[in-house]
């Protein structure tokens, strides 16, 4: 059972249960209306910076789905049940569900810091994976954000911090695993599984292993990466593109940002790191304040040290740089720290440096 642990005011938690299309319908319903807006929010942004109409957008959409079903079933399923649960149609919750796999096709931006630390970095040896969620100002913007709660009819509970629509996005499951996600752009591109199908399957296996064969086994539309982390301290980063994966291992420390670390990677172009450098120094000040906090590390020093402003506005707390136009404009809009280790979490809705955290335990 999720329960919120810090009094006041609080996220709401949507819980859905049952079969997928149930579990599906239950989450549709209950954000119907935030569900609307992304959809409306996301046409207008297309039609407005990009002169790309209703039909052709959602003609795009539709395409996913067949990858979709053959890859997971079970959130084709979801995906189908929020469709009937919001009334709308299946090619409007697939607009938002590709949101990476067709945005990307159009502009770069998008920012997040993630790590994960365990063992001596940690105070009693806890697992911690966390990450500044930094988003565009649009389609998306501020407000979004939801937690899901997850009881399927077998395998772990999982609750996910999420966007309306997705199936599901960052989070933790009942068998102590965590994930957090990056954005990766390359100019590789296909048809195939969007990047938030790849994080709903995630979160729903029962092993770290099952974990990372749930991430590579599919056959991806897109870049992408994860932080995958157990209650064992079992560390692991998945660099993901449409073709080919790489992994990184730790049983301490994992940073990244939003460039490529892998040297082995067939790619032919990080379009990330070629737009915004900022993401070289947020993986650099990351590592740097990490490992001057060595053994000392539990979530209260995550909170601060995920309000650092060197940079700034460009930080790991990302501000808005007024200078950027306005398609490109982001900031933090969540922060968001895990401990599979206590099966936790504690999440600032809004930038950290000026956020209270609320706190949940599963």
């Not at 297309?46 to 079933?73: G, N, T, W």
């Not at 079970?74 to 919001?86: H, Q, R, T, W, Y």
């Amino acid at each position: 059972m999720l329960q919120n642990v810090s009094g006041g005011r609080t996220l709401d938690v949507i819980k859905v249960s049952g079969t997928s299309r149930e579990r599906g319908y239950k989450y549709g319903a209950a954000s119907k209306k935030v569900i609307r807006k992304a959809v409306n929010a996301h046409l207008e942004f297309y039609r407005q910076y990009f002169d790309l109409h209703k039909a052709h957008v959602l003609q795009m959409a539709r395409k996913y789905m067949p990858y979709i079903e053959k890859y997971s079933p079970d959130v084709a399923d979801e995906i189908v049940g929020i469709s009937e649960g919001s009334e709308s149609s299946t090619d409007e919750i697939l607009l938002l569900v590709a949101y990476y796999e067709i945005y990307y096709r159009y502009t770069v931006g998008i920012g997040c810091t993630a790590i994960a630390v365990a063992g001596s970095m940690t105070i009693n040896g806890e697992t911690f994976v966390a990450q500044n969620n930094d988003e565009g100002l649009e389609p998306w913007g501020e407000g979004f954000g939801k937690l899901v709660h997850i009881k399927p009819d077998s395998g772990p509970e999982i609750v996910t911090y999420t966007y309306p629509g997705f199936p599901g996005q960052m989070g933790l499951n009942s068998n102590g695993i965590a994930l957090c996600a990056n954005t990766l752009v390359t100019n590789e591109r296909r048809m195939g599984v969007p990047f938030q199908v790849i994080t709903r399957e995630v979160l729903g296996q029962r092993t770290i292993g099952d974990a990372i064969s749930a991430a590579i086994r599919g056959n991806r539309a897109s870049s992408g990466n994860l932080v995958i982390a157990d209650h064992n301290g079992e560390i692991y980063d998945l660099e993901l593109t449409p073709s080919s994966f790489d992994h990184f291992y730790s049983n301490k420390l994992m940073v990244h940002s939003n460039h490529f670390l892998s040297t082995r990677l067939r790619m032919k172009r990080d379009l990330i790191i070629g737009k915004w450098t900022d993401t070289i120094v947020r993986y650099n000040r990351m590592n740097r304040i990490l490992q001057e906090s060595a053994g000392m590390i539990d979530e209260n020093r995550l909170m601060k040290i995920f309000g650092d402003h060197v940079n700034y506005p460009e930080s790991i707390c990302r501000h808005v740089d007024t200078r950027q136009p306005p398609e490109d404009r982001m900031k933090t809009v969540d922060c968001m720290i895990y401990s599979p280790t206590r099966k936790a979490m504690w999440l600032a809705n809004g930038n950290p440096c000026q956020t209270a955290f609320q706190t949940f335990s599963l």
